[in-house]
């Protein structure tokens, strides 16, 4: 897996752009899984994921159960990709916001939608029908519009709530 898609001279075909950006060719990325006996060979999941992930897949697999005040972002994909199991609807959120660059992103993708703000511009994509997100939907959908910057709101406030303690020596 990578956490990121391909750099500036990749061909992320057919996603738009690269890494470094929350478009699809920045974000989405394959991910392989092989474990002779345990996992069935030849699947492909259509369950979407996230790096953090695998965080919560490997501890899962140790046998180590996190503790209740201090859960994973992520989810065990294990379940998932042992048997055919649908997948699991998710509302998953990024951001971008280098400060001394132009790039400033945000995103949340529940289902196949996906709400971008890019600097002030909100696009909405369908990713089932335009995985090359060329299709901006936001003004023909101003309710999934409202709904998915709810859910991005929500996840900021989540996020600035607990600001972890940096030590420096």
Do not use: Y
């Not at 470094?20 to 990325?29: A, F, H, K, P």
């Not at 919560?56 to 005040?69: E, L, Q, R, S």
């Not at 909405?124 to 999934?144: C, K, T």
Request: hydrophobic letters at 40%; glycine letters at 8%; aromatic letters at 6%.
């Amino acid at each position: 897996s990578s956490d990121n898609g391909g750099s500036k001279f990749s061909d992320n075909s057919p996603l738009f752009h690269q890494k470094g950006s929350l478009w699809e060719g920045g974000i989405r990325v394959p991910c392989l899984m092989r474990w002779p006996g345990r996992l069935p060979a030849g699947v492909v999941s259509k369950q979407v994921g996230i790096t953090m992930d695998l965080s919560a897949t490997f501890t899962a697999i140790a046998g180590v159960v996190p503790a209740k005040d201090q859960p994973f972002d992520g989810i065990n994909l294990l379940p998932l990709v042992e048997s055919s199991a649908a997948p699991r609807e998710r509302t998953l959120c990024w951001r971008i916001d280098n400060n001394g660059t132009a790039r400033h992103q945000k995103v949340v993708r529940q289902g196949n939608w996906k709400f971008m703000l890019d600097g002030k511009t909100e696009l909405l994509f369908d990713l089932a029908a335009d995985v090359g997100e060329r299709r901006n939907l936001s003004v023909s959908h101003p309710d999934i519009v409202a709904k998915l910057k709810a859910e991005l709101t929500a996840w900021e406030a989540d996020v600035a709530r607990d600001k972890p303690e940096i030590l420096v020596k």
